[in-house]
């Protein structure tokens, strides 16, 4: 796999100022951020919006979701020497926000 470069301090920090509702985890490697539906059904039709962004981004997250509820990760596996955050997960995150 090609080596992905990673986000330096400050596009970490201006990506979190971009995004407020994405917070840095894994140790600053990944963003997450979790979001809230009324029921069922929309978090599925959520997850099936982001599904199609993925594709079309060809990065895909990791995701957690019960009932109305979905946990969002996003990190670039093949940034840097052990993965973390790159420009593919701003892309991304970008993406996701403009669906809610």
Do not use: C
Not at 41 to 47: D, I, P
Not at 51 to 61: C, M, N, V
Not at 82 to 97: E, F, H, N, P, V
């Amino acid at each position: 796999m090609p080596n992905v470069p990673e986000l330096t301090e400050d596009e970490r920090t201006q990506l979190l100022a971009d995004h407020p509702d994405w917070s840095l985890a894994r140790e600053g490697k990944a963003i997450e951020r979790t979001f809230q539906f009324a029921d069922f059904s929309q978090a599925w039709g959520f997850m099936s919006r982001v599904a199609l962004l993925a594709d079309s981004h060809d990065h895909h997250p990791e995701w957690f979701n019960v009932y109305a509820k979905v946990e969002i990760t996003l990190t670039t596996h093949d940034a840097g020497a052990t993965g973390g955050l790159s420009q593919r997960d701003a892309k991304m995150a970008r993406a996701i926000d403009a669906l809610v």
